[in-house]
């Protein structure tokens, strides 16, 4: 068993997982703890691994990203986020990075990582400030972190690049009635 898989902060969160759905026995119960985290981390290991045909190709990046979105409709946030993360890994510097950490910044903020999810949102938007869902996705992130004042100049700007992001008006609405002080007529 590798001892990065275990430092891996993504390992660990789908550690975390399994012992609340409760499929981790308690540590002191022997062979069967140990069988368990070996078998965790295998199947962590599949998730996570790169197709061995994988290069730094567009082709790559599409498969990964398919999977993501197939992932996020399904409510399988996590697993969204993690192939947003292995389309990035072999995502040339020219394919679509802003798309991608957007996108993985939706999985996040369903995950309830905000934090996370800003991080991503706004380095979308810094590689493409004329991206509006990656504005939309900021402002989301912010609002999760009960930020509104900054999720709604965010939500906002994304509305000005596109003023048909239906769910970026929705939270728009949201956060403006949830700050009374900052609410428009």
């Not at 596109?162 to 939270?171: E, H, V």
Request: glycine letters at 6%.
């Amino acid at each position: 068993m590798s001892e990065s898989v275990l430092r891996d902060e993504r390992f660990r969160e789908f550690w975390r997982r399994l012992r609340e759905a409760g499929a981790v026995p308690e540590p002191g119960s022997g062979d069967e703890f140990l069988d368990v985290l070996a078998d965790a981390v295998a199947k962590f290991r599949e998730r996570t691994a790169l197709p061995s045909t994988a290069t730094m190709s567009l082709e790559a990046v599409d498969v990964a990203k398919a999977e993501g979105n197939d992932c996020f409709r399904a409510g399988r946030y996590l697993d969204a986020s993690l192939a947003y993360g292995r389309a990035l890994a072999v995502c040339p510097a020219d394919g679509p990075r802003s798309v991608l950490l957007a996108n993985r910044a939706a999985a996040l903020v369903e995950c309830d990582r905000p934090v996370d999810a800003e991080k991503d949102a706004r380095l979308a938007v810094r590689i493409r400030p004329d991206y509006a869902k990656g504005w939309a996705r900021l402002g989301a992130a912010l609002a999760a972190q009960r930020r509104d004042a900054d999720a709604e100049a965010a939500l906002q700007r994304a509305l000005s690049l596109d003023g048909d992001l239906a769910k970026a008006r929705s939270l728009l609405e949201l956060v403006r009635a949830r700050s009374p002080s900052t609410a428009r007529g």
